[in-house]
């Protein structure tokens, strides 16, 4: 078989959903450091694509490629290594290449079912995988050593799985000639801050330099203790503080939040638009401040009840937070977080620095909401210098 007819075989299967699971295997060229590729399909938004993971001797990255680029990926790839073992619906395949890339294909026919009807009865692909230990996640209780999510702990970990998910969306947004800076503001336990350091620096091979800030110092000191177990040197690091008072950036590229408590957000917020941050990723908590101030005779029907007043009020907040942000130059969209089915705290505020000024009429229709539920949204002291009005 020639080289050009394998990589239409391969290429047709995989488009075809016939792919259960490959290695590429055997490097021709040490020197470049990549050992072995891993194959698998995922299904992402409805769409097949095979998951190219590349293993390098400390890192370990990933590229989702879709059907119609799988050809030249393993074109390019292909030539690098000397053998490939692939199961495919029925058929079990080896693949020996010789340096002047002549072909010997090998098959067995086997019971293997499609991994395949990607659309159903399939797993959810997380970026983290189910099944896989990863010692950030065993050392915070998260998952056992062997890899499997604690019982109460799936919530979790498919939030910390779904924020890395946005981070991934965002990466072209972010400085690819120097250190990437990051916040995460009101870091907690800080799943979220090791997530995406291993995300973006041991995965993807990223120069990132990440901090964690948290008013509780006992949390904050136990981070620390895993980060320095787990080797992960200077560029995560962990500081006790408050948000409000925390003046130490000049540039930061992103700043995220998940679940910082009511105006915590707010004060990071206010912070990443005056550093002038690319990407803001921000999942709301509680939100008590606009509950407390609500005055709106117009809206009695809605607020005089207890219920629907305090949601009200959670989502007008966040309504006057994804426009303070428009205002202030950013692109700012309420995507929805995790499904309603676990947990309420589903809002997710995503704004990406554009630096266009709002029109009058724009800003005229935010005052006019703002003043007729009688708010004085902390978000908007926090911005007022920088706002242009
Ligand atoms: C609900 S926890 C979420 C923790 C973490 N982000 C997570 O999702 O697991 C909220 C955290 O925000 C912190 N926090 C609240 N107000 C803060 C402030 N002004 N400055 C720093 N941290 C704050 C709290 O100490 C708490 O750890």
Not at 45 to 71: D, M, S, T
Not at 91 to 97: C, F, N, R, Y
Request: proline letters at 3%.
């Amino acid at each position: 078989m020639e080289f050009e007819e394998m990589l239409d075989e391969l290429a047709g299967r995989m488009a075809d959903g016939h792919l259960i699971k490959a290695t590429i295997s055997g490097p021709r060229r040490k020197s470049e450091g990549l050992q072995r590729i891993r194959l698998k399909p995922v299904e992402l938004r409805g769409e097949l694509y095979i998951q190219f993971e590349y293993q390098y001797e400390r890192i370990l990255k990933h590229e989702n490629v879709p059907a119609a680029g799988i050809r030249e990926e393993l074109d390019r790839r292909l030539r690098d290594f000397r053998q490939m073992q692939a199961s495919f619906t029925g058929e079990d395949v080896q693949i020996m290449l010789s340096k002047k890339l002549k072909v010997a294909w090998k098959s067995k026919q086997t019971g293997n079912q499609a991994a395949a009807d990607l659309s159903h009865d399939r797993k959810k692909q997380y970026l983290l995988e189910e099944g896989k230990p990863y010692p950030f996640l065993v050392r915070l209780g998260v998952q056992t050593p062997d890899g499997k999510v604690k019982k109460g702990k799936m919530d979790k970990f498919r939030q910390i799985n779904r924020f890395t998910e946005f981070i991934a969306d965002s990466l072209h947004h972010l400085p690819k000639d120097r250190t990437i800076r990051i916040l995460d503001f009101g870091s907690g336990k800080s799943y979220l801050t090791f997530a995406l350091y291993h995300y973006l620096k041991i995965e993807q091979g990223l120069d990132v330099q990440v901090t964690g800030l948290d008013l509780k110092k006992e949390v904050i000191e136990e981070c620390r203790q895993i980060a320095a177990d787990l080797g992960y040197g200077d560029s995560l690091e962990f500081l006790v503080g408050d948000i409000n008072d925390y003046n130490e950036e000049t540039r930061v590229d992103m700043v995220v939040t998940l679940h910082a408590c009511d105006v915590a957000t707010d004060a990071a917020l206010g912070r990443a638009v005056r550093w002038g941050a690319e990407v803001i990723l921000s999942v709301p908590c509680c939100q008590h401040e606009l509950f407390g101030q609500l005055d709106a005779p117009e809206l009695g029907v809605m607020l005089q009840h207890g219920l629907i007043k305090e949601r009200f009020a959670a989502l007008a907040t966040d309504s006057i937070r994804a426009e303070l942000l428009g205002l202030a130059g950013y692109d700012a969209q309420i995507l929805e977080f995790i499904d309603m089915e676990h947990t309420p705290k589903n809002i997710m505020i995503r704004a990406y620095r554009t630096g266009r000024k709002p029109g009058a009429d724009r800003i005229l229709r935010y005052k006019q909401f703002r003043d007729l539920l009688g708010a004085e949204p902390f978000l908007e002291r926090e911005l007022n210098s920088l706002l242009d009005w």
